[in-house]
């Protein structure tokens, strides 16, 4: 007997049920987006997420002292999400002076 597919009171069996995505890790909770300490950000995004000028971010890659980067080449030039925050999470005060 089958099931008459105009009929709605009957359940739908032939769609898959719905379940959370696999994490790499085994958790069942979804990745939030940005959340990847290891992704690898241009100036141009950390810029754009972060609020720190590419400018900047020049700067410290020619006279030191920025955040930590990744060489992939003569030019090119990533940043850890990572090591983004730990240089921001260095540089907050506590607002007494």
């Not at 739908?12 to 994490?23: F, G, I, L, V």
């Not at 100036?43 to 060489?71: C, F, H, N, Q």
Request: no cysteine; net charge positive; glycine share 10%.
């Amino acid at each position: 007997m089958s099931r008459n597919p105009f009929d709605k009171s009957a359940p739908d069996m032939t769609a898959s049920p719905s379940r959370k995505a696999e994490q790499p890790n085994g958790a069942d909770t979804p990745q939030v987006p940005g959340s990847n300490p290891y992704e690898l950000l241009t100036r141009r995004r950390v810029a754009d997420e972060y609020g720190i000028r590419v400018k900047v971010l020049e700067r410290y890659a020619w006279a030191g002292g920025g955040p930590k980067m990744v060489k992939l080449g003569r030019r090119t030039v990533r940043y850890r999400r990572g090591d983004i925050e730990a240089f921001i999470d260095a540089h907050v005060v506590d607002g007494q002076g």
